[in-house]
């Protein structure tokens, strides 16, 4: 494995980040650190799902991130929970695991289920999910059916309502889908397979429906790791976990280059300002400076 730090394929990869930027590791000791998201008045939040906890990173506003942060405990049970984002209210919304449903936090601190089942069939382990701006949610559930071996992308129609609207499968073309970014149109989703190393996208249809998908983008490397989380940037950039680190993918597919990361990354997000990328990887959340903004989806 390389050293960490800053591989270019193509010089324009200097267009979305410094040639010399600094990995920096904001905070350690976990079992399993996944599915950060940063909250708009300034903390991030991150599950540790081998130990069921979700964290919580404060930082105040006139302090330069990602120093001087507080680690705290957010939800002590998080039921083995992986991705997290926010609605356009700020309430956390969650991939859980086990048991398999997707939940989310009031601000008085109570549960929401908004989906624990498709028909009559259980979820299975929903992993990554992400918040469209019409208040729908996508998410990812990556455990194959018993049944007959298929795995889903599910689509939450209105979450922003009380009761959650019924659950809709949209997709079952990835072999094992991990995480899943919206573009910054909101028009396109794209999805981690793991099982192919390869990133795919498919269009969204008007009615939240998605068409037929494609291959966008694939991992090229002998090194070990599996894609998983992944986000995108204002200009249709790619910013995907895969072996040795974050691969960056421009709008084409084309790769740019690589942030090698000191462990294996298992997803990213923006920082505040939707600036900056922490990375969460294994036992670390790390940070990274970026010349760029994110899709800003809640």
């Known amino acids: 494995m390389r050293a960490p730090g800053i591989y270019a394929e193509h010089t324009d990869l200097f267009q979305l980040i410094?040639?010399?930027?600094?990995?920096?590791?904001?905070?350690?000791?976990?079992?399993?650190?996944?599915?950060?998201?940063?909250?708009?008045?300034?903390?991030?939040?991150?599950?540790?799902?081998?130990?069921?906890?979700?964290?919580?990173?404060g930082i105040?506003?006139?302090?330069?991130?990602?120093?001087?942060?507080?680690?705290?405990?957010?939800?002590?049970?998080?039921?083995?929970?992986?991705?997290l984002t926010f609605d356009h209210q700020g309430r956390l919304l969650a991939c859980e695991t086990n048991p398999g449903r997707v939940t989310r936090t009031e601000k008085n601190g109570s549960i929401t289920i908004l989906a624990d089942r498709y028909h009559d069939q259980p979820l299975r382990a929903p992993c990554d999910l992400v918040y469209n701006i019409d208040g729908s949610v996508y998410f990812t559930d990556s455990r194959p059916?018993?049944?007959?071996?298929?795995?889903?992308?599910?689509?939450?129609?209105?979450?922003?309502?009380?009761?959650?609207?019924?659950?809709?499968?949209?997709?079952?073309?990835?072999?094992?889908?991990?995480?899943?970014?919206?573009?910054?149109?909101?028009?396109?989703?794209y999805i981690t397979d793991a099982a192919r190393r390869v990133v795919r996208v498919q269009a969204i249809q008007p009615d939240g429906s998605l068409a037929s998908g494609r291959i966008f983008a694939q991992f090229a490397s002998a090194a070990p790791g599996r894609p998983d989380g992944l986000k995108t940037d204002e200009r249709g950039d790619v910013f995907a976990t895969g072996p040795e680190g974050i691969w960056i993918f421009a709008a084409d597919g084309a790769h740019l280059g690589t942030i090698v990361t000191p462990e294996q990354p298992t997803n990213c997000c923006w920082g505040r300002g939707f600036r900056g990328l922490y990375i969460t990887a294994e036992t670390s959340v790390y940070y990274v400076e970026t010349r760029v903004s994110g899709t800003r989806t809640f």
């Open 60 to 83: 105040p506003n006139w302090q330069p991130e990602p120093r001087g942060g507080r680690l705290t405990v957010f939800r002590k049970q998080s039921h083995r929970s992986r991705g």
């Open 145 to 189: 059916d018993p049944a007959n071996g298929s795995t889903s992308i599910y689509r939450l129609p209105r979450t922003q309502l009380p009761e959650a609207s019924p659950l809709q499968r949209v997709s079952e073309e990835c072999e094992m889908p991990r995480g899943v970014a919206l573009g910054p149109k909101q028009n396109r989703l």
């Open 18 to 57: 410094d040639r010399r930027a600094q990995i920096v590791r904001v905070a350690g000791g976990f079992g399993f650190a996944a599915g950060p998201v940063f909250s708009r008045i300034g903390f991030l939040l991150f599950s540790d799902s081998q130990k069921g906890t979700i964290h919580r990173w």
